[in-house]
């Protein structure tokens, strides 16, 4: 297939560009940072360049990962968000439904941030009483600042363009995978790997997963017609443990994993004594066909 990817030189783009290609793709990158997985440098706000891409790469697919994210909300203003995260990708959804477009089906790199109000961040500090397990039937949403709702937006925009032209679209609210130290309070008592390895079990994937997620997406996108997806690590975690996860995270991570304990202490890493969310992955398991391949189990075989 011909694959428009944008946000090529970015820290996904970088992964899933090569992995697409792998299979014999033929991909175009776009991007404003120049990169080895960059073909095009221009932006998705260029509507110009955006139609000029689609038609004459006579591209077939677009995997749209480009955003303003989390880590830009101290240094972009709020326009630039909505200029990138929802101008951006109207302009893609429109070139791929314009006549003589041959795009067929779209990808939306999502986040599961946008899941997650002020009152859901705030957790046990907030008041509350027990881990929220979260779905893709959490609602209703209340993103809690631009890049969340700019996220939001443009996931509407998406579910628009397929109700009004069919365009198969799959959404994916990626869990966390960039690669930075924890903006987290959790972050001040534990080391980045420490934090990581924790996040495996409820927030966190890999950044190969991630891309993988998309190239799952690609395949059943035309058969989905229209989805929406939270892609994490599986939790080994169930509802039922939402009460205890919060009070006493150690000991349920301790029933599903009776020799953690002994792993972290050798290198003198700690759980987080508190959880607060859980995202849950098995509607991806089990209609998109896909599960990430490193979870928490495969973190402490790494540490044996
Ligand atoms: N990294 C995470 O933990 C995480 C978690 C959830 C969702 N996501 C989403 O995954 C996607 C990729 O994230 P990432 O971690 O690779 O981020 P990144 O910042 O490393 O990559 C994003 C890329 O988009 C590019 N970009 C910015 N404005 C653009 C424009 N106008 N036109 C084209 N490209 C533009 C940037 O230059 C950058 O290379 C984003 O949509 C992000 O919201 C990321």
Redesign the pocket.
Known sequence: MNILV??S?????QTLVPRLVRDGHKVVG????PGPTTEVVG???DRALVRHLVRDHGIEAIVH?????KPHIETHDNSEFVA?NVQ?TLNLLEEAVAPGSKVDRFVF?????LMISQKIRDGKAGGAKQAMWIDETLGPLEPRNIYGVT?RAAEELCRLFNHLHKLPIVILR?????PEEDDMAHAIEQSGDNTKANEFLFRRLSVEDAAEAHVAALHKAPALGFDTFIISAMTPFSPDDCRELIVDAPKVVERYFPDYRELYDRRGWTMFASIDRVYDASKARDRLGFTCGTGFAEILDSLR
């Open positions: 944008t946000g030189s970015g820290w996904l783009g776009l991007d404003p940072e932006s998705v706000v990962a480009a955003a303003r994210h990138v951006g790199t999502s986040t599961t941030s996220k990626t869990a966390r995978f960039f």
